[in-house]
């Protein structure tokens, strides 16, 4: 009878197991399309035997699934990547917007700034043309027209820089909530962990925390660390805590010279997030760098043509009689920084444009040919103004070339290791399937075991006559 009654205890810990698979195939079916899950399969372990007078009897299986299917190796190369394309990605919208500025064809109804090298070209021919009758009074106000549509441009062009690097500093405040949303969540995702599963796969808990980190490493570059206890440890690419385990650091923000910083506590970290990964290191390499270069250039070449041009009409004589002194023409500026925004053309009156030398007769134009001449000369970083604003737009462009590339190979990284990842941990319905039947074929043979062993046991229980037990 205690053989017969092993069986039974045999059979029922095979159905009992059987059982618990098919509840793990129907859990991953209904699951199929839940962002962030993670396939999961049964583990079949051997029960400890039982001993009877010194003879030890097998006890059967038992499911001690389930155990998701995961490469932990895997999942932090397709993190590390997603925070590099999100960067790229970034870092490329902001020089997108920043070219069509200077973008000939996008016109002044688009970006608010017309085309700058055109306006340079057409301020130094008029220039040129006045030379050929400096009396004339409709080609001296062409000059100013002239004059007037180069500063605009250029101060437009700043301006429309401007706003778009106070956009750029908004977008970047903005991502602190969801950040530390996403690390207060990972704290306490660890926490349950920690508690539940220290010393194994945490199933769905996992699933939640590295959907979790999918998510944050978009936002910023960071690193983790497996720590005790199925722990984790992540730090932002330069080192600084986010989250210990189940405690999480919150990122805060603070306006410094009328840009916004962030902070780990008292430290700012911002220099460090600027080539730290994720959206926010490209809107900060956008807002620190690439921004304050493209309106650099234009406070030299705004600072270069007024200065040059503003001293040459003050060396000479105009028609209003003045001999030297004739006023200027642009805004004077005192320094380079800002010279683009606040460029404009001061002069109203064409009669004090100092077309003649210095004493020279009002017929003259020799000053004027010096002030045309600056068209060719190397006045700005040692570069003409145009070929000094061709390179600027030349090597902006470069700039977003390259961006493009990086964002092209990184998002073509993250779709080879995010297919990798899917091919691994995903559910695939028609191995689900084949799954089921095997273990349907497994229960039902289970079940015919179990027929048998109450037959035989309804036979024991009437002394050897064989009857049906229902």
């Not at 962030?36 to 051997?46: I, L």
């Not at 109804?109 to 400096?134: Q, R, V, Y």
């Not at 003409?384 to 990184?410: D, E, I, R």
């Amino acid at each position: 009878m205690a053989t017969i009654n092993t069986a039974f205890s045999l059979i029922s810990n095979a159905l009992n197991a059987d059982q618990t698979g098919l509840s793990i195939v129907a859990n991953n079916v209904a699951n199929a399309n839940t962002p962030g899950y993670t396939e999961e399969v049964s583990s079949f372990q051997q029960n400890a035997p039982i001993h009877i007078n010194g003879i030890s009897y097998g006890d059967g299986v038992s499911n001690v699934g389930p155990i998701s299917i995961r490469d932990s190796v895997l999942e932090t190369r397709l993190a590390q990547q997603q925070q590099s394309a999100a960067a790229s990605s970034a870092r490329l919208t902001a020089l997108d917007n920043l070219q069509s500025v200077f973008t000939p064809s996008s016109g002044s109804s688009s970006s608010g700034a017309g085309d700058i090298g055109t306006a340079i070209t057409s301020f130094f021919s008029s220039l040129n043309t006045l030379e050929g009758n400096p009396n004339d009074n409709a080609l001296r106000q062409s000059v100013l027209s002239a004059a007037t549509t180069l500063s605009n441009n250029i101060s437009s062009a700043a301006s429309n820089l401007t706003a778009q690097q106070s956009a750029l500093d908004q977008q970047a405040s903005s991502l602190t909530g969801q950040i530390n949303a996403l690390t207060s969540n990972l704290a306490a995702v660890n926490l349950q962990i920690q508690s539940a599963s220290p010393n194994k796969d945490a199933g769905t808990l996992q699933d939640q925390r590295q959907l979790d980190i999918s998510k944050l490493s978009q936002l910023i570059g960071i690193n983790q660390t497996q720590t005790e206890n199925n722990g984790l440890t992540i730090t932002t690419t330069s080192g600084q805590l986010l989250v210990s385990e189940g405690q999480s650091y919150q990122l805060t923000t603070g306006p410094i010279g009328g840009t916004t910083h962030f902070f780990l506590g008292t430290t700012d970290i911002t220099a460090s997030l600027v080539s730290g990964g994720g959206q926010l290191g490209g809107l900060l390499t956008a807002r620190d760098s690439d921004m304050p270069n493209a309106l650099s250039s234009l406070d030299q070449l705004a600072y270069g043509i007024s200065t040059q041009v503003n001293t040459i009409n003050n060396a000479g004589t105009d028609l209003a009689g003045d001999n030297g002194g004739a006023g200027n023409i642009f805004s004077q500026p005192t320094v380079v920084a800002g010279s683009a925004l606040a460029m404009s053309v001061v002069m109203t009156d064409p009669n004090h444009i100092a077309a003649a030398a210095l004493g020279a007769n009002t017929g003259d134009s020799a000053n004027l040919t010096a002030m045309a001449a600056l068209a060719k000369q190397s006045v700005i970083s040692g570069q003409t103004p145009s070929n000094y604003y061709s390179n600027f737009v030349t090597s902006l462009g470069a700039t977003a070339s390259s961006v493009q590339a990086a964002s092209t190979a990184s998002a073509a990284s993250v779709t080879q290791l995010q297919s990798q990842v899917n091919t691994l941990s995903g559910v695939n319905l028609n191995n689900e399937a084949a799954a089921m039947q095997q273990l349907e074929r497994s229960y039902q043979a289970a079940s015919q075991v179990f027929s048998i062993l109450n037959t035989v046991m309804g036979a024991a229980l009437n002394l050897g006559t064989q009857t049906t037990v229902a």
